[in-house]
């Protein structure tokens, strides 16, 4: 068939998976207060990445993200890793968080939290090891 | 004024839970995969709008609060809903699922021929899918 004939998902895709992608970022940010979080927030962008490959073929998400998926899942691990660590050079123990409150230019009084940091390397890790999963048992050869 | 909103809320989400239900008989009682496909994404889809149209009006009267959640959700189903079907049937069509013997035209095929793709035969059989 021509690829002409799958212009319904194809262009349906392109919103879809920005409205997705919206939604992990909100999950991402509000995983502190209400239900959400890091986890949830990459299998999310990961469905969008599958959702993409689906619509058209694996070679565009390679293009969207070009970068290898499993260097994503070892940056992740990495900063998880760092941010327990950070703990230690300030005279407490291994993976004690710590937070303030900031004023922010747009946001206004705003609570950071060394949490979303980790959260971060949640995210990235499960985003990478989803999408490594997938590509590897989509791929050929 | 809260009883007027709880009243409105309570007829979206009952008008959406009957379009559902609709919906679940016309899975039932249609013949072919085409005609399932037709009722299972249409109405089934204006049901769970309705019911979402329902909650988001609930918890904007009731809490005050808007849930944009809700109203992305909305707009997620009414997008998504669709395409959905069409795959569904695009899908079946392609593998040669068989039409009901009262269908009358076949555009589809004509277009694959001129595209050049042999069409699977779905037409007409003879007896055709039996009514449950």
Redesign the interface.
């Given at each position: 068939m021509p690829r002409g004939s799958d212009i319904f998902l194809q262009n349906i895709s392109k919103i879809v998976v920005f409205i997705v992608l919206a939604f992990a970022l909100y999950l991402f940010f509000t995983g502190h207060g209400s239900p959400g979080g890091g986890f949830i927030a990459g299998l999310m962008s990961a469905g969008a990445l599958l959702l993409l490959a689906l619509a058209y073929d694996i070679e565009t998400v390679r293009k969207v993200i070009p970068f290898d998926f499993k260097l994503i899942t070892a940056l992740g691990l990495l900063i998880a890793l760092c941010t327990g660590t950070g703990a230690l050079f300030f005279g407490e123990p291994f993976l004690k968080h710590a937070f303030g409150y900031f004023q922010l230019p747009l946001l206004g009084k705003t609570e950071l939290h060394t949490a979303l940091i980790f959260d971060l390397g949640v995210y990235l890790a499960v985003v990478g090891v989803t999408m490594t999963i997938l590509l590897t048992i989509g791929e050929d050869s | 004024m809260a009883t007027i909103v709880e009243w409105i809320s309570a007829l979206l989400a009952l008008a959406g839970a009957v379009f559902c239900a609709i919906s679940a008989f016309g899975l039932i009682r249609l013949p072919d995969v085409y005609l399932r496909s037709h009722a299972a994404t249409k109405s089934a889809a204006l049901g769970v709008l309705f019911i979402l149209g329902g909650a988001f009006v609930y918890f904007w009267a009731a809490d005050g609060e808007i849930d944009v959640?809700l109203l992305?959700a909305i707009?997620?189903v009414f997008?998504?809903s669709p395409?959905a079907g069409?795959?569904n049937g695009r899908a079946a069509y392609r593998s040669g699922v068989k039409m009901w013997t009262g269908s009358v035209r076949d555009d589809f095929k004509d277009v694959l021929e001129q595209?050049g793709?042999p069409a699977p035969d779905t037409t007409l059989e003879k007896e055709g899918p039996k009514r449950p």
């Open positions: - | 959640k992305l707009v997620f997008l998504t395409v069409h795959l595209a793709t």
